[in-house]
């Protein structure tokens, strides 16, 4: 499968514990995204990286949010001391960088879904 | 900072007829624009997408105008199927700011057979 991959699918977790998400990029990606959806909403941008470095997070990830890309090819994503309102589908996903002031494709891998009770 | 607005929520066609999603973004810098189809419980699927230097792209039953004076795009589906039914999602995005995509709310489409 050459697509995005994402790990696990469904996590259910209760208040106060820490969960970390994989995501694996399409095969030479060197861009990553990750994206939080809730229910009824559009995909909200989180953070990216360019092969190891992440470069943008969003304001709306607070300090129990990280991610890191160490070999600049899958990702993680932890959240400490997780809350309900962290509850949503955490998505990923990877595209080429072109040159020119173009942006490529965005592949969107299947997500995880998270529940925190 | 950069929003995009996607009208309407919910949107309900007859099978064989034409279906249109609008939407609006903010930031003027923005040059690239895809839509995405998603099914429930499923991924974003990319459908079509249209570049800031180009005033319309089609794909059979898939159509896409911008107007970057008026800051709008829309997306127009033909011939609707009831395999069309999903969420449609319209994004913005600008190559500076790293390629980010900017949602739309979403719209359901139904397409009644």
């Known amino acids: 499968d050459t697509g995005v991959s994402q790990d696990p699918r469904h996590k259910i977790t209760k208040r106060g514990q820490n969960v970390t998400f994989r995501c694996d990029p399409i095969?030479?990606?060197?861009?990553l995204y990750w994206y939080r959806q809730t229910l009824g909403q559009g995909p909200e941008f989180l953070t990216y990286?360019?092969?190891?470095?992440?470069?943008?997070k969003s304001r709306l990830l607070s300090d129990r949010f990280s991610a890191e890309r160490p070999k600049g090819s899958f990702s993680t994503l932890e959240i400490q001391r997780t809350e309900q309102g962290d509850s949503a589908m955490y998505l990923c996903?990877?595209?080429?960088?072109?040159?020119?002031?173009?942006?490529?494709?965005?592949?969107f891998g299947p997500g995880t879904r998270l529940t925190v009770l | 900072g950069e929003n995009v607005e996607q009208h309407p929520s919910t949107l309900s066609v007859q099978e064989g007829d034409s279906a249109v999603i609008k939407c609006t973004y903010s930031?003027?810098?923005?040059?690239?624009f895809p839509w995405y189809k998603q099914e429930l419980g499923k991924r974003p699927q990319l459908i079509i997408d249209?570049?800031?230097?180009?005033g319309e792209k089609k794909d059979q039953r898939i159509a896409v105008t911008l107007n970057k004076t008026a800051k709008h795009f829309s997306l127009h589906i033909t011939e609707t199927q009831p395999e069309d039914s999903a969420v449609y999602f319209c994004?913005?995005?600008?190559?500076?700011?790293?390629?980010?995509?900017?949602f739309g709310q979403g719209t359901e489409l139904s397409v009644k057979p």
């Open positions: 996903a990877s595209s080429r960088p072109r040159t020119g002031g173009v942006t490529d494709t965005q592949y």
């Open positions: 095969s030479e990606h060197n861009r």
């Open positions: 990286f360019q092969n190891e470095a992440q470069l943008e």
């Open positions: 930031d003027s810098a923005s040059n690239y």
């Open positions: 249209i570049r800031s230097n180009v």
């Open positions: 994004a913005a995005s600008f190559y500076n700011q790293g390629g980010k995509l900017i």
